[in-house]
């Protein structure tokens, strides 16, 4: 810290303009992971794992399939992108989750928003009963065609998690079943 004070103002202004210049980058990319129907960021629903590894600069690591819930289905974390994970079914990317705050909807709606921030972002919701948590739900909104789906689950009020694909994947409750 005593070596900011050490240099001149207009050294320290460099600096700054230098530094901001370097994170500019960083938090543009950050901005373009945006969790849409089809997909997230670079990352399209149906692309195959080995694009959608190239699309996320190659931050995807497979699950051996011994260790899978089911031989065909991967649920693999993002780990240059925390609280968030794909769904690749058959090898093709079928889901998108979405645990942390630090990701939202195209519309905005983060992991803590309240429920009714929901409802007014997407008011076409289908409301259904949670399978665990009996004073729970799930909302979810499907697109015209019937394709793709966004589906939010609620805790106490608030938006526990959310995830975005293909319709019939984004019903399942226990990740891949």
């Known amino acids: 810290m005593t070596f900011l004070f050490t240099i001149s103002k207009r050294k320290r202004l ?10 500019a980058p960083l938090s543009a990319s950050a901005d ?5 129907m089809d997909g997230i960021g670079p990352l399209k629903i149906g692309m195959s794992f080995d694009d959608a590894n190239r699309a996320s600069g190659s931050a995807l690591k497979r699950t051996p399939p ?12 993002v780990r240059r992108h925390p609280g968030l994970a794909l769904m690749f079914i058959e090898e093709r990317l079928a889901r998108v989750d979405v645990f942390a705050h630090a990701n939202r909807t195209l519309h905005g709606i983060r992991v803590g928003d ?7 972002a997407y008011p076409n919701l289908e409301v259904e009963p949670h399978a665990y948590e009996e004073n729970e739900k799930y909302l979810t909104t499907t697109s015209a065609d019937g394709v793709l789906a966004l589906r939010f689950e609620t805790r106490d009020g608030k938006i526990s998690q959310f ?3 293909e ?4 019903h399942y409750i226990e990740n891949c079943l």
């Open 14 to 23: 460099f600096l700054c303009i230098v530094f901001s210049l370097a994170l």
């Open 32 to 36: 373009a992971w945006v969790l849409r």
């Open 66 to 77: 011994n260790l899978r819930g089911s031989v065909s289905c991967d649920f693999i974390p």
């Open 114 to 120: 309240a429920v009714q921030s929901v409802f007014a």
């Open 163 to 165: 995830y975005a694909g």
């Open 167 to 170: 319709e019939k994947p984004v």
